[in-house]
């Protein structure tokens, strides 16, 4: 049987909903073209799930879908399960999908067709939140000017075509797994890091493409106990390590110093979304606090001891306010 072209890689834990709407954006396109059907699997890796995940899958591949699944014995974390799914994955080309997002209408055929010229290792994209245009139901008739090429990794990078962002991103498959480093990751960007080390290996042009593929889901479950400050604290470490992978060490520097004034607003998300008010994770931000200056220390540490709940008020106080004045 011949290699497909694109692997669909989709991690999953406990969101049954989310992921039949997921899978019916992708298969919907696949019925209606041969061609697409067998040049594309999709694979996915299902960390334990409590809910009936594995009914509505097994549902897919009774009815004859293409899917490659596998399920964790136990919740591996979020970074070993992108592992697994890639892992098993068989394709030339993995586009990461997360379990709650949906892919545009034509999106799959757009991503085919660059991905058969061989003209590049890394293709990112843009996304939209699901709450706006039907683009599911309607599609998108795409061209070559929502298309952009970039040869130089700093540009591509610091020009913002390579986002963070987990369904924005396609790679070649064999490049990912030549890269990857999976006993020294930082938590939660196992994923970016792999994608990260490949842009300034790559002799190939890195393409953006500008008009939304993919549709968002709004479930912000990654940030439940403020696991946002993490999540922002590594991201800022994985900066540093760029300057190692080949990227200009000045811009990352300037990019770090920009970087590290959000600290706050991080901070206020990450209580109003459960942060713990414990030894560790002041220790966490101490130890990772040499670029922020001793004032933006100071209120950081004046900020985390505010009652969680007091910070919880406050937001909520001013979405309504805001909300009110918005009527």
């Known amino acids: 049987m011949p290699k497909p072209l694109l692997s669909i890689c989709i991690p999953t834990y406990s969101r049954s909903a989310y992921l039949k709407k997921c899978l019916e954006s992708i298969f919907s396109q696949l ?6 059907n067998s040049t594309v699997e999709v694979v996915i890796s299902d960390n334990a799930s409590t809910d009936n995940t594995q009914e509505i899958i097994e549902r897919y591949v009774q009815n004859g879908s293409k899917i490659t ?9 979020f970074d070993l399960n992108v592992l697994n799914v890639v892992t098993h994955a068989t394709g030339e080309y993995c586009w990461y999908l997360g379990d709650y997002d949906m892919i545009v209408a034509g999106g799959i055929r757009l991503m085919c067709d660059k991905l058969k010229s061989d003209k590049y290792d890394i293709v990112c994209l843009n996304a939209t939140p699901i709450s706006d245009k039907p683009r599911t139901v309607l599609g998108m008739i795409f061209n070559d000017k929502n298309c952009l090429e970039v040869k130089d990794h700093n540009d591509y990078f610091f020009g913002g075509y390579c986002q963070g962002g987990f369904s924005v991103l396609v790679f070649k498959r064999d490049l990912w797994m030549k890269h990857l480093d ?3 990751f ?3 960007w196992l994923y970016y890091e792999t994608v990260i080390k490949i842009l300034p290996v790559t002799k190939k042009m890195m393409l953006f493409i500008e008009e939304p593929l993919i549709m968002t889901g709004q479930d912000c479950r990654w940030s439940e106990n403020g696991a946002e400050l993490y ?14 992978f080949g990227f200009d ?6 990019f770090l110093n920009k ?3 959000k600290i706050v607003i991080i901070l206020l998300r990450a209580k109003g979304h459960g942060l713990k008010l414990n030894r560790k994770n002041l220790s966490f931000i101490y130890q990772n606090s040499s670029r922020i200056s001793y004032f933006l220390l100071l209120i950081v540490s004046l900020i ?8 919880v008020f406050i937001r909520d106080t001013r979405k309504k306010i805001n909300r009110g004045l918005a009527l």
Do not use: A, C, Q, W
């Open 31 to 36: 019925d209606e073209s041969v061609e697409l």
């Open 69 to 77: 699944y596998t399920r964790n014995e136990e919740n591996i974390g």
């Open 182 to 184: 999976s006993k020294n």
């Open 186 to 188: 930082l938590d939660y």
């Open 231 to 244: 999540t922002f604290i590594n991201s800022n470490k994985l900066l540093e390590r760029m300057t190692n």
């Open 249 to 254: 060490r000045t811009k990352i520097e300037n």
């Open 259 to 261: 970087n590290n004034k």
């Open 304 to 311: 985390y001891f505010i009652p969680n709940n007091i910070i």
